[in-house]
């Protein structure tokens, strides 16, 4: 298409990270901003990197974010003129709006450097899964400032609303200077969207699978995209053929768990995984155990309830929420501790005062009865609330969630297995991917059937060309560049 470009910011050769900017003249769209985790991880050093006087010089100068001017937040830009020396190198760009693909940080994560004037578009249900982690979670100064923000050239500034579109699936972004029009897709993670742009006949699949319980959402985008000229295609996994799907996951965590008929059973998941956590709950009824989920995951339920979302959500009712032991007084539960966050005692006082469904659990009370209860954990670290629990030797602990893939990963998965080993518990794994296995990718890319083919979030772009040049994937493959736009 003349007249337009496509510039990856990040994204081109890892996992994660994605920024892209799609160029019409002088006006540019960006299609997510996140974090790029690998290259973070690699360069931030402590306290001294995390300053906010610091950061996005740092950020900039070890380009986790891409040196391009026009997008970033005048404030930064003004405390610190070592910022705009790095940026009066390189190129700009002025954008007016920045679509996001779903609620994962790696997707929108870096969103609070982006400059004010430009608005994020994102559904209800995202934005509500957005408040929700970063309410819960360690994230801190301008990295949780994306959808309010603080100016930093006032001392004692208010925070600001950044502009949110909301859209809705089918129907076109209000707000975009092109019709861009959202659909609904299968992912590990609720309301994620791919997107096709007419005039310039693209489509973007965000992060995408075919084999979860939403596999229906990516057939149909799939056949709406179809003929586009161009494809902008994730490939994760697009050198593993490995397919397990989310009913396999729940056959394999049902047989699990029934081989311990008198013990506890812990499965660990991520607290974003709406539709496994469904799931589990689920299960748990059907072996007559009682299932406590994690605060962290009934407070993200509890947001997407009141926000009327259309996600499908489990009841709470015959729930348990796990009770975190934290306070230094009141035998560990003293809820006005600041040990306590905000968001945490308001989801414990919500059960305590009988406003919303769920029952307190402690971890005593499931010390003196395991083999009752199936525990829903989120993250790695709750393997320390097992160490309260003191569960019984060779109790069966099962891990839901994606592998390391860093160093970094690694060494906190090494500290896992050790508490595992010091507990001494029976460790299975039990998980599906949410990104599309290579046999998958290919189907979708000769179902769809562009013209050019430009893969991103991938670690291993180069097996899309070997795919081509074999006949596999039946399209032309444009590689893409950080330093060089791709002319459409």
């Known amino acids: 298409m003349a007249g337009f470009k496509l510039r990856v910011l990040d994204g081109a050769n890892c996992v994660g990270g994605n920024k892209i900017a799609l160029i019409a003249g002088g006006e540019s769209i960006l299609l997510d901003f996140g974090v790029n985790m690998r290259k973070r991880r690699e360069y931030v050093l402590g306290y001294r990197a995390l300053t906010i006087a610091n950061r996005l010089y740092y950020y900039l100068y070890s380009e986790i974010l891409p040196r391009v001017s026009g997008i970033y937040r005048e404030d930064l830009l003004e405390v610190d003129e070592r910022v705009k020396a790095l940026l009066d190198r390189g190129e700009r760009l002025e954008a007016s709006l920045c679509i996001i693909s779903h609620a994962h940080l790696d997707h929108y994560g870096s969103i609070g450097f982006l400059s004010r004037n430009i608005g994020i578009a994102i559904s209800n249900s995202m934005k509500t899964i957005m408040e929700a982690v970063l309410e819960a979670s360690a994230i801190a100064d301008v990295e949780a400032e994306v959808l309010q923000i603080k100016d930093r050239r006032e001392r004692r500034a208010q925070r600001e609303e950044r502009p949110v579109e909301i859209f809705e699936e089918g129907s076109r972004i209000a707000g975009a200077p092109l019709s861009i029009i959202p659909y609904p897709i299968d992912h590990s993670i ?27 959402l990516t057939d149909k985008f799939v056949e709406e995209i179809e003929g586009v000229d161009y494809l902008i295609m994730e490939g994760t996994r697009i050198d593993s053929s490995i397919r397990i799907s989310e009913a396999e996951v729940s056959e394999e965590i049902e047989r699990y768990a029934s081989e311990k008929p008198d013990k506890l059973v812990c499965v660990m998941v991520s607290a974003t995984d709406i ?144 508490w595992v080993n010091l507990l001494r518990l029976d460790m299975r794994k039990a998980h599906s991917s949410g990104h599309a296995d290579r046999e998958t990718i290919i189907e979708m890319i000769n179902e769809v059937k562009p013209r050019k083919l430009i893969p991103i979030h991938t670690e291993n772009p180069y097996e899309f060309q070997r795919l081509a040049r074999i006949g596999e994937i039946r399209c032309d493959v444009m590689l893409p560049r950080l330093d060089e ?4």
């Open 275 to 418: 539709d496994r956590i469904r799931d589990l709950i689920q299960l748990s009824e059907k072996l007559d155990r009682i299932p406590v989920i994690c605060p962290r995951s009934a407070h993200l339920i509890d947001k997407l309830s009141d926000s009327g979302t259309k996600i499908k959500l489990p009841s709470l009712k015959n729930v348990g929420i796990y009770f975190e032991r934290r306070s230094l007084g009141g035998f560990g539960y003293d809820l006005n501790s600041p040990y306590y966050r905000s968001w945490l005692r308001r989801v414990y006082l919500d059960r305590v005062e009988g406003r919303r469904d769920g029952e307190l659990i402690k971890p005593e009370e499931i010390s003196r009865r395991q083999e009752d209860y199936l525990l829903i954990m989120s993250g790695l670290d709750y393997v320390l609330e097992l160490a309260q629990i003191k569960p019984k030797p060779g109790s069966r602990i099962i891990v839901s969630t994606s592998e390391p893939h860093d160093e970094e990963q690694e060494i906190e998965w090494s500290k896992f297995e050790r």
């Open 190 to 216: 609720p309301a994620s969207f791919g997107f096709l742009i007419e005039e310039v006949s693209l489509a973007y699949t965000g992060d995408i699978r075919r084999h979860g319980i939403l596999k229906g």
């Open 485 to 488: 736009p791709l002319a459409l």
